[in-house]
């Protein structure tokens, strides 16, 4: 049972143009929802992040939106540049109300910037 | 540099043949994790730990075993592979401070098992 969906396994943009990364959810639970960059050959890096009592955090080019009713987060790129072109992973964090770091993964997006 | 290491990177192996794959941190962090990733499956969880001799089963633990005999090292063991162990594999740590989140990444060893 995948608690984190990323229903679109690829995407393709302009350069210059926004890219909107789509995760969602099924488990209430979760309190920290993150974003992980991943190029071939290296592990993710992390990307940027919200609180689940957050609706939007935003750092520089990256905004993350979260929808906790509609169990919704996405990614948003502007302007995108082709050294975003990479695998996109959406996580998120389980909180057992103990010192846990347990991350479930969705399946990731491919992101292709084009020049 | 803050790092998470992983060897060997690339890893061919025969079907029965143990093989351990060390994960290394210089973070101090008491965190650690090993995840696979295969296609359209994304990264899965196999083992964590939350500190030394501290480990518990992921969401796929068959087939692995793993140690935490010191803070900054977290080995993963094979002892009889098989092919479908046939994946990319990454460790992770993170700080165990529940305000931490972020999970630091090693750069990965892609195991084939024939």
């Known amino acids: 049972d995948q608690q984190v969906k990323q229903n679109s396994p690829s995407l393709s943009v302009q350069e210059g143009r926004i890219s909107i990364l789509n995760c969602d959810y099924t488990?209430?639970?979760?309190?920290?929802f993150l974003w992980y960059k991943k190029y071939p050959a290296e592990g993710p890096t992390f990307l940027i992040s919200i609180s689940s009592i957050k609706d939007k955090n935003e750092d520089g080019r990256f905004t993350v939106f979260l929808n906790k009713s509609a169990k919704h987060l996405s990614l948003h790129i502007v302007p995108s540049q082709p050294g975003d072109s990479a695998v996109y992973f959406c996580?998120?964090?389980?909180?057992?109300?103990?010192?846990?770091?347990?991350?479930?993964f969705g399946t990731g997006t491919l992101l292709a910037v084009q020049p | 540099e803050a790092q998470v290491t992983q060897n060997p990177r690339y890893l061919i192996t025969v079907t029965g043949k143990k093989l351990t794959v060390t994960c290394s941190q210089n973070?101090?962090?008491?965190?650690m994790s090993w995840y696979r990733q295969d296609p359209g499956l994304g990264l899965r969880q196999i083992y964590y730990s939350m500190n030394v001799e501290v480990t518990d089963k992921g969401d796929v633990p068959e087939g692995y075993k793993v140690s935490r005999k010191e803070k900054r090292n977290f080995p993963l063991i094979l002892e009889s592979p098989s092919p479908n162990q046939t994946s990319l594999y990454f460790c992770?740590?993170?700080?165990?401070?529940?305000?931490?989140?972020?999970?630091?990444f090693g750069p990965g060893t892609r195991l084939t098992v024939t």
């Open positions: 488990n209430s639970m979760f309190d920290y």
């Open positions: 996580a998120a964090r389980l909180n057992y109300g103990g010192a846990t770091n347990k991350l479930i």
């Open positions: 973070m101090n962090h008491e965190y």
């Open positions: 992770a740590s993170s700080s165990g401070q529940a305000f931490s989140y972020e999970q630091y």
